[in-house]
């Protein structure tokens, strides 16, 4: 029943600071995303990966890294952490139908990233 | 380039009153999705219906419905007898090649 799993679900960091933020989901879903929430900004795509292998930009991939580690994990990594990446974090994942990401999103409960 | 705009930012209504969310979009393809996310306050966010551009039939689940027109390129949420537990934020979401591309949302606020 877990669905996707979001670890941690809090951090405060310091400028300088490097950390991973990690993602596991349960539903054999090909596709996961990554995306940060900031007021007034809805979500926007950091990174995506459309299957298993593959990663891809997403809107604001600048300042991140990620890999895919296996078909459940996806994780997202903060070499040098800045205060302009204070944000909610989201991870998501989705079944893959063809090339349109037809299938609905399923989120984790996200992470709220504080960088001082 | 594809583009979702909720322009209205936050709406407040009492309780029991009807309240449309409008959704406008932008793409080139004519193949695309179309879905609606709930975030109540709580933070998790919860997938509401999913509509595909070939399918502008509105539908309607309890208290929600959608109006999909593709001629005005909008896909708009209608909650019906609005309750408190309806207070949350609402994002319309536009799918292309495997990504999607969000609204900024619409906190709705329901009073009691």
């Known amino acids: 029943n877990a669905g996707v799993t979001q670890t941690p679900k809090f951090q405060v960091l310091k400028t300088g600071q490097s950390m991973t933020l990690q993602c596991a989901q349960d539903?054999?879903?090909?596709?996961m995303y990554w995306y940060r929430q900031d007021p007034g900004m809805g979500l926007r795509l950091i990174y995506y990966?459309?299957?298993?292998?593959?990663?891809d930009k997403g809107e604001v991939p600048n300042g991140y890294n990620v890999s895919r580690l296996n078909k459940r994990e996806f994780s997202l990594r903060l070499e040098s952490a800045a205060p302009s990446q204070t944000s909610v974090y989201f991870c998501?994942?989705?079944?893959?139908?063809?090339?349109?990401?037809?299938?609905?999103?399923?989120f984790g409960d996200g992470t709220r990233l504080s960088i001082l | 380039a594809q583009k979702v705009t909720q322009a209205q930012t936050e709406i407040s209504v009492v309780e029991k009153e009807d309240v449309t969310l409008d959704c406008v979009y932008e793409?080139?393809?004519?193949?695309?999705?179309l879905f609606w996310y709930k975030q109540p306050p709580s933070g998790e966010l919860v997938f509401l219906i999913r509509?595909?551009?070939?399918?502008?039939q509105n539908e309607i689940s309890g208290r929600y419905s959608w109006n999909f027109q593709k001629s005005t390129s909008s896909f708009n949420f209608t909650i019906t007898a609005s309750q408190v537990v309806d207070s949350a934020v609402y994002f319309c979401?536009?799918?292309?090649?495997?990504?999607?591309?969000f609204g900024t949302g619409t906190r709705l606020k329901v009073l009691a």
């Open positions: 998501a994942s989705s079944g893959f139908g063809t090339t349109y990401s037809n299938q609905p999103q399923h």
């Open positions: 539903m054999n879903h090909n596709s």
């Open positions: 990966s459309a299957s298993e292998g593959t990663t």
């Open positions: 793409t080139r393809d004519t193949t695309y999705y």
């Open positions: 509509r595909n551009s070939f399918d502008e």
């Open positions: 979401a536009l799918s292309g090649t495997y990504k999607y591309i």
